[in-house]
């Protein structure tokens, strides 16, 4: 087990702007990460990491299909990802457009698996969340959730991941 997996599902591009900006925040600590769609994603792979960041546009308040199936699908190991660290990250069409549901939905099926999520008391309490094309404050916000854990994860593993 070891490094992050950012997991995203993007049908315009947006989402997938912001996973790469997740994984830049990342990699800026040195913590090895991998990108992966989720559509036709092998969500046994999930094990492999200490870390998970699911990203995915707000359809209807809530997480698109691709990434609910992941977790949906995640139920054959249910309890194996305890203690991992996760995260989650969002973009949608308008601003009451059900962005921090969506966040919600995402981390309470980590939770559900037992995984450790830490929250942010300025910006984006839940996770960094855009409207539209990411902006330069969304972009940051990824950024630093990529980076809130990585330093969670080296913490956790209790020494330095990827480097």
Not at 33 to 61: E, N
Not at 100 to 117: F, K, N
Request: aromatic letters at 6%; hydrophobic letters at 40%.
């Amino acid at each position: 087990m070891s490094g992050i997996l950012v997991l995203y599902h993007s049908r315009t591009g947006n989402t997938e702007k912001m996973a790469k900006a997740v994984a830049e925040g990342v990699k800026g600590l040195g913590v090895d990460v991998s990108m992966a769609h989720a559509a036709g994603f092998k969500t046994g792979l999930l094990k492999d990491f200490a870390g998970i960041a699911v990203g995915s546009p707000t359809y209807y308040g809530t997480m698109a299909w691709e990434v609910k199936k992941v977790f949906d699908d995640s139920v054959k190991f249910h309890g194996e990802l305890e203690g991992r660290i996760g995260g989650a990250f969002t973009s949608s069409a308008n601003l009451a457009g059900g962005n921090e549901t969506t966040i919600l939905e995402i981390v309470h099926a980590m939770l559900v698996h037992g995984m450790v999520v830490q929250g942010t008391h300025s910006g984006d309490h839940y996770g960094p969340v855009a409207i539209g094309a990411p902006d330069k404050r969304a972009l940051d916000g990824c950024k630093a959730l990529g980076r809130r854990m990585a330093r969670l994860v080296k913490a956790t593993l209790g020494h330095n991941l990827g480097e």
